[in-house]
């Protein structure tokens, strides 16, 4: 490596790291305060904290790693150039190409980091980390009694003070329900005045009763019997509340694994095919019922089958027929609801043959015979009892009411239908979280080929333009990555073209920023602009 390559990379990796770890606190509290709410009064503790926030910063990479390096690399060729430094290295022979070149390939290894990061590693800590906001939020407040009001936090008991001193922990004229026996407020308990404190590691709650009484009702609910009725005067008295409910449990992480965020490329891929494979079985159970619906109109229903579902069943036959590894089946199966995705678009364009054969099929065998409706006079009473007849042979002498049958089979025609449009937008949701774990690498080889040129073309360093440069591209990004994913799960857009459409939009500029470096442009210079515009007066003054 040459001195030119450390010393690029020498300037590059310190603002780097800065910018990175600045952006990752920046999103983190962004991201922390709307789950503020659930944190307070709960006594968490600094290690569940800890765990949190690391957990959580790991989820914020994906965004912060592309920022990172459009602010880094635009400082460090701000820098180069505010100091002269890149005019003296292109003094000296070397093209901006070359100096950009350690740089290129540091960024490079760094978008594969974040595609592993994003692929195994994000995965992983999002599992962790919404398991453990999950519990936070199930966690029961710790005990705070207010004045004059009741406090039933703590199981079978309701609690109330109608003063409540500074030290947080003396209570005046206290009154306790105890109906722990499920059997109404058969105790209570009244006093003067109490001080609480918690023993054995907060697990039970103590409060010091004096000068007070108590009432007990007992075998109140027994009937033909008279309720004992106890009451005991005390000056010292002490009642211990266990306070199991306000620990924080951990709930199996396997509940929250099925999740999209929770998971890596290749199993995002197979839950799309899966849902695939669901949507062909909800429409052929749509032709199987169909049948039964329209007797008299549909008896062979394998003539109206659609080719997705006739080719699917193929497909589903010969794989369980497939002696060999999960893998070989597995494989036919994706490749089975690929053709299928495909049969269907072709099938809504119009260009599937068997479809037209079909057509063709339903018209010469169903299509009735023309005549002359205006020749017949009357009807044959004996016809129509034969016709009737029929009907009642047709149906097994059951009754049909010709309303009820088609709304039946209305109502479950839209529940197939609603169960179809929510596993297709299911089915957008995982392709797109699936296509985002390379699209967000490549947007830090593009937000690099914004950065670099363009430092080398402003020529200013630190944290006040390119701040602002840097922001108001990844702004751009961000909105254009909004609006991919909102159109791409409504399947307005393809999911393909929901992530990668601000890299694809965003490139351009990063390569027209590169052909203006190349050549010292001075597209960000005032000076530049006001000669241009001297000439063009001078220009309409001549004419005059």
């Known amino acids: 490596m040459k001195k030119i390559d450390k010393l690029i990379l020498r300037s590059f990796i310190g603002p780097f790291l800065i910018t990175f770890f600045v952006v990752v606190f920046i999103l983190l509290t962004q991201y922390m305060l709307k789950y503020f709410d659930d944190f307070v009064g709960k006594d968490l503790g600094f290690t569940v904290f800890a765990e949190l926030i690391a957990y959580f ?165 027994k009937p033909n019997k008279p309720a004992n009725y106890v009451r005991n005067v005390f000056q010292h008295n002490k009642v211990v509340f266990s306070l199991a409910s306000f620990e924080m449990e951990r709930t199996d992480k396997e509940l929250f694994s099925s999740n999209r965020l929770m998971k890596n490329e290749n199993e995002l891929r197979y839950d799309v095919d899966s849902m695939r494979n669901d949507i062909i079985d909800s429409k052929k159970t749509i032709y199987q019922y169909t049948s039964r619906f329209f007797t008299q109109h549909m008896n062979d229903v394998e003539d109206i089958k659609p080719p997705s ?45 068997d479809s037209l054969k079909i057509k063709d099929k339903l018209k010469l065998s169903k299509t009735p015979k023309k005549f002359n409706v205006h020749g017949i006079a009357s009807y044959d009473q004996e016809l129509i009892d034969k016709v009737d007849s029929a009907f009642n042979k047709k149906n097994n002498g059951m009754s049909t009411n ?53 430092g080398a073309i ?28 909102k159109l791409g799960r409504a399947g307005d857009i393809s999911n393909f073209w929901a992530v990668w459409a601000s890299n694809f939009i965003l490139l351009p500029f990063g390569l027209f920023f590169l052909r203006q470096a190349r050549n010292d442009s001075r597209l960000f210079e005032t000076d530049y602009y006001a000669v241009k515009i001297a000439k063009v007066f001078k220009f309409f003054k001549k004419e005059k």
């Open 57 to 221: 910063s790991i989820n914020m990479t994906p965004i912060a790693f592309p920022l990172a390096v459009l602010l880094s690399s635009l400082m460090t060729f701000g820098n180069l150039g505010e100091h002269f430094e890149l005019t003296a290295i292109k003094s000296a022979g070397i093209s901006l190409v070359r100096v950009l070149r350690p740089l290129f390939i540091f960024v490079v290894l760094l978008s594969a980091l974040v595609y592993y990061s994003n692929n195994f590693i994000v995965p992983k800590a999002n599992l962790e980390a919404y398991s453990l906001l999950y519990d936070i939020k199930q966690k029961k407040p710790s005990i705070d009694i207010k004045e004059g009001a009741f406090y039933g936090g703590i199981p079978g008991y309701s609690i109330k003070a109608n003063k409540k001193y500074d030290d947080d922990k003396s209570l005046g004229d206290l009154i306790i329900y105890n109906h722990s026996d499920r059997k109404g407020n058969t105790e209570i308990i009244l006093a003067d005045s109490a001080l609480m404190y918690t023993i054995l590691g907060d697990k039970y709650l103590v409060m010091e009763l004096f000068d007070g009484k108590s009432y007990t009702e007992e075998d109140a609910n």
């Open 309 to 353: 579902v006739v080719y699917w069943e193929k497909m589903k036959a010969d794989t369980t027929d497939v002696s060999g590894p999960d893998s070989l089946k597995k494989k036919n199966q994706i490749l089975s609801s690929e053709r299928i995705e495909a049969l269907d678009s072709k099938k809504d364009k119009g260009i599937i043959n």
């Open 402 to 454: 010709i309303v009820d049958k088609p709304r039946f089979a209305k109502n479950r025609l839209k529940g197939e239908n609603r169960r179809i449009d929510n596993r297709e937008f299911e089915i957008n949701v995982y392709a797109i979280e699936a296509n985002s774990k390379l699209s967000q690498a490549v947007a830090c080889i593009v937000m690099f080929l914004i950065g670099a040129p363009l």
């Open 458 to 485: 402003i020529k200013k360093g630190g944290l006040g333009f390119p701040v602002i440069v840097s922001i108001l591209f990844f702004i751009v990004s961000y909105v254009i990555n909004t609006t991919g994913i």
